[in-house]
């Protein structure tokens, strides 16, 4: 059971190129979500859905896109990446979202020069 | 707006020892608690989650209280070994959220031989 995946592991790009962070998860979960870990300000949630279909904003959604095709698949866009998009991305999935745990895939080191 | 604050952000303790971690939140209007443990350069593993109309929950060495009028929780960690070396996340699931939750910025422990 692989659980969360995430790909690439890390990436460097320059200012104004784009890109998209893959997320897939094997657990049938409903509920996926996208963090950005930045040093000094923790965890601050980007975008989530919970089901196919279904995406909302979070709290820091500027410059990102979402789309949620399938249950499994959870990628998350840079439109034109800027410095300060630097860092450390974290997608999430659960069961349902309330009440239940949170599983984590291993993260995306991204630099944007 | 909720706000999560775990103190201290460092702790170094030799092992065998027996410690608390704290979490404190502003809004008690939560379905649950959760605590993550993050090693350097990977994702979030949760450990323990304590829902709204829990006390504590128990897992091993590990043991997470919920005192929910007060905003607060630890988790208490005995005889603590190397390996638990790690950085600490509490986060709260405010009611409504859909999933989403609200981190503070971790305690990095470092339990030395």
């Known amino acids: 059971n692989a659980g969360v995946t995430q790909t690439p592991k890390f990436q460097v790009l320059k200012t104004g190129q784009s890109m998209t962070l893959q997320c897939a998860q094997d657990?049938?979960?409903?509920?996926m979500s996208w963090y950005r870990q930045d040093p000094g300000m923790g965890l601050r949630l980007i975008h989530y859905s919970v089901g196919a279909g279904i995406t909302d904003q979070g709290e820091v959604p500027n410059g990102y896109n979402v789309s949620r095709s399938t249950t499994e698949d959870f990628p998350l866009r840079l439109l034109s990446a800027a410095p300060s998009q630097t860092s450390v991305y974290f997608c999430a999935s659960s069961v349902r979202g309330e009440t239940e745990k949170l599983f984590f895939g291993s993260g995306t080191q991204l630099s944007v020069l | 707006k909720q706000e999560v604050t775990q103190i201290p952000a460092a702790l170094s303790v030799p092992e065998g020892e027996n410690l608390v971690l704290n979490c404190s939140f502003t809004d008690s209007a939560i379905y649950n608690l959760q605590w993550f443990r993050q090693d350097p350069g990977k994702g979030l593993t949760s450990l323990l989650l304590?829902?709204?109309?829990?006390r504590e929950q128990t897992s091993g060495r590990l043991n997470a209280s919920l005192d929910k009028s007060s905003g607060r929780s630890t988790l208490y960690i005995a005889a603590s070994q190397p390996g638990d070396s790690a950085t600490y996340l509490c986060?709260?699931?405010?009611?409504?959220?859909?999933?989403?939750?609200?981190f503070g910025k971790g305690t990095k422990l470092s339990v030395k031989p």
């Open positions: 986060a709260v699931q405010a009611r409504g959220s859909q999933g989403n939750l609200i």
């Open positions: 304590i829902q709204s109309s829990q």
């Open positions: 657990m049938n979960h409903e509920y």
